[in-house]
C-alpha cells in the first residue's frame, strides 16, 4: 500500500505512515462510521459525548435537587435518582480527562513516528568471527557418498 499524502511503499491499512505520519485507512471499510475514521475522529466524538453526558447528568441531578430538596413529598427514590446522576456525571468527567490524556499521547506519538531520516538509512552491522567448531565430533552422513558408492552396481544394472 502506497501513502496518498507522500507516496510511501510498503505501508499498512489503517495504521499511520512511516514516513510522514499520516492516518492511512482500509479502503474496502464501510465508511461513514459513527466516531470517525481516524483515531484522532473516534476520540473527538467520544470527548464530546463525555462532555455532553456530564453536563446533562450534573443538570439532571441539579434539577431534580433543587425540585425536592426540603419538601415533604419528596420520595427516596428521587433521592436515589439524584445519586446516580452524580455518579454518571463523575464518571463521565473521569472518562473525559482520560481520552484527553490518550489524545495528546496519540499526538505526541504520531509524531514521533515520523522517523528522523537517519533511522530510516540502512546499516551495517559487523561481520561475526569465524565459529570454533574443535568441539564437535565429526559425523559422516548415512547417505553421504550414497552416489558414489551405489555407482558401480547402476552401471552394471545398465549393463545388462
Known sequence: MYCHKCGAANQTANAYCK???EWLPLINKTRN???????QQQL??????????????????????ITYIGSGDAKWSVY?????????????????????????????????????????????????????????????SVTENSTELLGHIRSRDTQR
Open 33 to 39: 462510521r459513527f466516531g470517525g475514521e481516524t483515531p
Open 80 to 140: 436515589l435518582a439524584t445519586a446516580f446522576c452524580l455518579c454518571i456525571a463523575g464518571w463521565q468527567a473521569s472518562s473525559f480527562f482520560t481520552t484527553l490524556r490518550l489524545r495528546k499521547r496519540l499526538n505526541s506519538n504520531r509524531v514521533s513516528a515520523a522517523a528522523p531520516a537517519e533511522l530510516n538509512e540502512p546499516k551495517s552491522a559487523p561481520a561475526l568471527n569465524a565459529a570454533d567448531l574443535s568441539a564437535f565430533v565429526e559425523v559422516t
Open 19 to 21: 514516513s510522514c505520519g
Open 44 to 65: 473527538l466524538v467520544s470527548l464530546f459525548m463525555s462532555v455532553f453526558s456530564t453536563m446533562a447528568a450534573l443538570i439532571s441531578a441539579l434539577a431534580l435537587y
